[in-house]
């Protein structure tokens, strides 16, 4: 009898110790949670700043202005040791500067990058690097210089913007129905894209807001190649080699619906230079893939010579402009259409900007009031307001490099090769140090200098088309095209923000709202 009292005795003693190690440690990990919560970056051992990309990953952006608060301007974290990642992240502009401008030699190696892309971009512009990379580059800057481009961008940007987005916010402000901007948008920037490279209507934005096969494939690989940013490289490379998991299998498809369209594009424009048999001249009805493919006689480069007759050169190329020109040039919009939404005397003195350059114009007024490019120059105010939008919302808002050789950046940082640099312009726009106490607020006024001119100085400060050889080659494009959007929908609609709706940005590789913008569109009444 005694001995099973003390046998029952010691299982219940050995329950009551599991059930109380079970509870410490309940209150361990709750007290681990409620301490380190509050910390920005927690290191832990083998797993490293794993566990707090994974905590922050749906506020990404957020979490690097918090860093940036938290430790200045760079800082060096550490990942999983299987990962083998070891991050700089940096805010500080002078860093920015060299890396991106000045020793921008040392990190232009784009491997990482290139494989990540390499389903949708191949080895267009924005993947590719050494000689291929200089000389794409330099046929690129000629071509989006040259006058016969910016009149295809000027054109077809208009077009789009005359015959489907005012029919379609005059169709909505009659229907007083609700409508996600950043859609519209989206669809905008995706038919003007398409006529612009291919000289193909797609009719992506219309009343009955159809679906489109490559631009969903383009989302689809968009969202794919950010899970192979988020991954150890080894990890996703196992998965295509062995054709598992989700992921590569959707990238795999959408890869395949790209290439098998573009192919049809590149078919269809070859058969359609022959059959007309001349070249493009200034005036002439065309697109960039024809001036591509016929100014390889031109082209004095052999590398060149030798790339640009080949089909694969033609659709890494059209594909890479689609992609570089649709989200960012779209969602850059959206940001500035909710920051004058939010800020209406921003809204009320475009407006003004616009009175004046249609009063200087002597012309009948027609409606709806559509400006040509070449308005473009009297609309500074415009052009400031739309620099503050990507000021505080740079459309691509990670640059990513990694360094070929042993470096140390200008505030001393040491850095050396398998490092991943990061550097976040999201976090420089939040920086008191850099953009003055007001930084967070929505202020054109700080482009602007005294004699009414854009500021220069503030000019090189703008990070979000990066900086220096490996900048953005459309960034004339784009601003022509977003003036040519922004003006035409000012001055003859305007939109009332949907109430109780959260605008944050979502992860993703460029900065889309998370929920889109929900307004109701109202026609503006002329007197
Ligand atoms: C508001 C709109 C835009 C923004 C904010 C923007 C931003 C950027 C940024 C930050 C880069 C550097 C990316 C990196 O180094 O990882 C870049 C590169 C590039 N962008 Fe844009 N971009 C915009 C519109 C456009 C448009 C309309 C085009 C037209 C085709 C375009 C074509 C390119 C290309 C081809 C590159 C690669 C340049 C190179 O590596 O040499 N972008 N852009």
Not at 302 to 323: G, P, S
Not at 369 to 389: K, R, W
Not at 405 to 433: F, H, K, Q
Request: with cysteine; glycine share 4%; aromatic share 10%.
């Amino acid at each position: 009898m005694d001995s099973h009292y003390s046998k029952l005795m010691e299982k219940c003693t050995q329950s009551y110790s599991l059930v109380l190690v079970f509870f410490c440690l309940i209150l361990f990990a709750v007290w681990c949670i409620l301490h380190y919560k509050k910390q920005v970056i927690v290191r832990w051992p083998i797993v490293g700043i794993l566990p707090s990309i994974m905590l922050n990953a749906h506020r990404i952006y957020d979490w690097t202005v918090d860093i940036s608060k938290a430790f200045g301007g760079t800082i060096i974290e550490r990942g999983p040791f299987f990962g083998r990642l070891e991050i700089v992240h940096t805010c500080d502009p002078r860093n920015i500067k060299y890396i991106l401008a000045t020793n921008y030699e040392n990190f232009n190696d784009r491997q990482d990058y290139s494989d990540a892309f390499d389903t949708l971009l191949g080895d267009g512009l924005l993947t590719a690097t050494s000689k291929f990379w200089i000389a794409q580059r330099r046929v690129a800057r000629m071509t989006f210089n040259s006058k016969i481009v910016r009149n295809i961008i000027a054109h077809k940007g208009k077009e789009v913007v005359q015959h489907a987005l005012l029919p379609l916010l005059s169709h909505l402000s009659k229907e007083s129905s609700v409508v996600d901007l950043q859609d519209v948008l989206m669809r905008y920037m995706f038919d003007t894209s398409v006529d612009i490279i291919f000289g193909k209507k797609s009719n992506y934005l219309s009343t009955s807001f159809p679906p489109n096969e490559i631009a969903k494939a383009m989302d689809d690989a968009s969202e794919a190649i950010l899970f192979r940013h988020l991954v150890p490289i080894s990890w996703w490379k196992l998965c295509r080699r062995l054709k598992i998991g989700s992921n590569e299998k959707k990238l795999e498809a959408a890869g395949k619906i790209i290439d098998r369209d573009i192919a049809k594009y590149i078919n269809v424009k070859r058969d359609e230079m022959v059959a007309k048999g001349t070249k493009v001249d200034e005036y002439e009805e065309t697109d960039l893939l024809e001036v591509y493919m016929s100014n390889k006689d031109g082209e004095k480069d052999e590398l060149m010579l030798a790339k640009m007759i080949t089909d694969k050169f033609f659709r890494d190329t059209c594909v890479t402009f689609l992609v570089a020109a649709r989200d960012t040039t779209a969602s850059t919009l959206s940001w500035f259409f909710w920051s004058i939404l939010t800020n209406p005397y921003v809204e009320a003195k475009i407006l003004e900007e616009l009175e004046l350059i249609i009063s200087k114009k002597n012309t009948m007024k027609k409606h709806p009031v559509i400006f040509d490019a070449d308005d473009q120059t009297g609309m500074v105010y415009l052009h400031a307001a739309l620099c503050e939008s990507l000021r505080l919302w740079p459309a691509v808002p990670l640059l990513r490099k990694t360094p070929t050789n042993d470096d140390v950046l200008p505030d001393g940082t040491v850095i050396w090769p398998g490092m991943t640099v990061i550097i976040s312009c999201y976090a420089m726009a939040r920086m008191e140090g850099v953009w003055g106490k007001d930084c967070l607020e929505f202020k054109p006024e700080r482009w602007i200098s005294e004699d009414g001119k854009l500021n220069h100085e503030a000019m090189s400060k703008l990070v979000s088309f990066s900086l220096g050889p490996r900048n953005c080659v459309g960034k004339d494009m784009a601003f022509v095209v977003m003036k040519l959007v922004a003006s035409a929908v000012i001055y003859n609609f305007h939109f009332e923000l949907l109430e109780g709706q959260h605008i944050a940005p979502t992860p993703a590789i460029t900065l889309k709202m998370m929920n889109g913008l929900m307004v109701r569109v109202r026609e503006r009444v002329f007197s």
